[in-house]
């Protein structure tokens, strides 16, 4: 069975979940074998997670060439990776960066490229959510390597044994590969939230709010949920871009989504529509948002949402 | 010096977008503008033009698309850009990733020829494709620095520096021209046309290419040649109606958390 590379998302060797889910979705179209770009102490922790989703092998790619550059070492690393192994596929996590590295991967390769893939089937169909969640899309790579970015939440992870042999992989970097140059790094503040775009729930604030995120996380919270923000919210400067939904922002697509105080523009729906269950919490009946939900309250989210959180409390006793 | 901006002419993102029989974006029967997102690649490239007073720098718009398309450079020349570029050829409708930066780039190598192209500026994303890997692609294709997704953009000789939201992180990324550029909806408002400026757009100088100017064949891009290929559009089924509750004395919350424990969420 041929190999299939999956890049592994982590933070500083923290394997995040949207690699198993990953892993997962890459056993329908072989075997999969893990990417590892990190420190190469880390590598064999990283190989005890993965290989209980099935990963045969771990590469591990020391990042001391790669992570002062932006994107072009990666895909180097990735292509002669690929000409080694000749995959069946390549799947990444898809972030910007990722898709920056598959676009160049593509090239390199010669390879067709679906972006945003929300699901891949056996045989490399994929499912894709496009037009601001409007359309679905299905389409292969009939050229090449498939190369496909994969959204989180796309698949439930499934365990499954894998022997998980570290092999590290010495990649060679071009000097014209290291032309744009990491200057500095100012990691951001954990939340200790839910990461927005891994969340089961998703709780965002609007222009509603008028600047007063307190309702919003306070709910947030009593739901074990994530905290977003509409493009509204973060022009006007009450939450950082990093919390933004919609088409410029983050993409989820969590079991849950509550509006709060969002009239429900293109640019938020986009980001949003396709979640399983959609609540809203505005003043304006006429809100577009409340041609998307499931549930929607009309009312003032500054008195709506602190009584729910009350009496989620007590309910939880 | 010659700054190139890319802009892309994509259906109305509050029309009602569809697809063509052959499963290719619908972009003539639905009406079209210049991306949203691109405005902002247009914007800085003015910013960098006058911040750098005394200097000799031109702006040089690009698109590739149908006819219609030229209204994207039309836009961007009546913002302030100086030329402008249109590529057309029916051979290139239904390129994918592939193919449209295979023309960009050599179209930005033709432009580069013949005036320079010491930066080259995009858009994050395109409205319709939402893909974000065209520029990492053109700097793939030209050789040049990629630096990309910047919400802020900084230059002094021929540094540059931007700032650059990451998943887990901000970071400053920097190179030395030329570059490829791409900046987010972050990185400053994008103008509106004055009216001088629509006047004065009339006048400017506006080239039409084909694939053959570009040394391109018919069968090097296109809908049969894509390394991809749409199998199946489904317009999403319309949501059904949900239960939309008036809140009065307080009764809303009860309502909300009701629903909420009612689908298990509590």
Not at chain 1, 56 to 62: N, P, R, T
Not at chain 1, 231 to 255: E, I, L, N, Y
Not at chain 2, 56 to 85: C, F, H, N, Y
Request: aromatic letters at 4%; a negative charge.
């Amino acid at each position: 069975m041929s190999e299939v590379l999956v890049v592994v998302d982590h933070a500083d060797g923290e394997v995040k979940k949207p690699t198993y889910e990953l892993l997962t979705i890459a056993r329908r179209l072989g075997e999969p074998s893990a990417v590892f770009f990190g420190s190469p102490e880390q590598g064999d922790t990283v190989a005890e997670k993965v290989k209980k989703y099935g990963a045969a092998k771990v590469y591990v790619v020391d990042d001391a060439q790669i992570k002062g550059y932006l994107v072009a070492p990666k895909a180097e690393a990735l292509q002669q990776l690929a000409e080694k192994t000749s995959p069946a596929a390549v799947l990444l996590p898809s972030t910007f960066e990722n898709k920056e590295v598959a676009g160049r991967l593509a090239i390199k390769l010669g390879s067709g490229l679906i972006t945003d893939a929300v699901d891949v089937a056996e045989g490399g169909v994929t499912t894709q959510s496009v037009f601001a969640g409007n359309y679905t899309v299905q389409a292969k790579v009939t050229t090449g390597t498939p190369i496909i970015t994969v959204k989180p939440n796309s698949a439930a992870p499934e365990e499954a044994d894998g022997a998980g042999a570290v092999e590290a992989f010495a990649a060679t970097i071009s000097d014209v590969a290291k032309t744009a140059q990491v200057v500095a790094t100012q990691p951001r503040q954990s939340t200790g939230r839910p990461e927005l775009t891994e969340a089961a729930i998703v709780v965002s604030g609007g222009r509603g709010t008028g600047g007063n995120f307190e309702p919003v996380e306070g709910f947030a919270d009593s739901l074990g949920a994530a905290v977003g923000a509409s493009r509204a919210a973060v022009d006007s400067g009450w939450m950082p871009h990093a919390f933004q939904v919609g088409q410029t922002g983050k993409t989820v697509s969590p079991q849950l989504y509550v509006a709060n105080g969002i009239s429900g523009a293109i640019q938020h729906r986009a980001g949003m529509q396709t979640s399983k269950t959609i609540v809203a919490v505005n003043k304006d009946p006429e809100a577009p948002i409340f041609e998307l939900v499931d549930f929607g309250v009309v009312g003032d989210l500054h008195t709506v949402l602190p009584a729910a959180t009350q009496k989620i409390t007590e309910r939880k006793g | 010096m010659n700054i190139v901006v890319c802009v892309k002419y994509v259906p109305d993102a509050t029309a009602d977008r569809k697809f063509e029989d052959d499963n290719t974006v619908d972009r003539v029967g639905v009406d079209g503008l210049l991306s949203e997102l691109d405005e902002y690649a247009v914007e800085q490239a003015l910013q960098f033009r006058e911040k750098r007073e005394g200097e000799e720098i031109t702006v040089t718009a690009l698109t590739v698309g149908p006819e219609k398309a030229v209204d994207a450079v039309r836009k961007a020349l009546q913002m302030g850009a100086d030329s402008g570029v249109h590529v057309v050829d029916d051979a290139i409708a239904g390129s994918d990733y592939l193919g449209t930066s295979l023309v960009l780039a050599k179209a930005i190598e033709k432009i580069k020829a013949d005036t320079g192209a010491d930066l080259v500026v995009c858009g994050m994303a395109s409205t319709d494709a939402s893909g974000s890997v065209v520029p990492a692609m053109l700097a793939e294709r030209l050789g040049m620095p990629q630096v990309t997704l910047a919400s802020v953009v900084e230059s002094q000789g021929d540094q540059v520096r931007i700032k650059r939201d990451n998943e887990g992180s901000t970071e400053v990324i920097g190179a030395t021209l030329p570059i490829v550029l791409s900046v987010t909806d972050q990185s400053g408002e994008a103008r509106y046309p004055s009216f001088k400026g629509i006047m004065a757009a009339k006048k400017k100088p506006l080239e039409t290419w084909s694939l053959t100017d570009l040394g391109l064949d018919a069968d090097q891009v296109g809908l049969s040649v894509a390394y991809t290929q749409v199998e199946d559009t489904t317009a999403r089924p319309p949501r059904t109606a949900g239960e939309i509750v008036t809140d009065e004395d307080g009764s809303g919350a009860g309502a909300l958390v009701d629903f909420l424990a009612s689908k298990k969420f509590i």
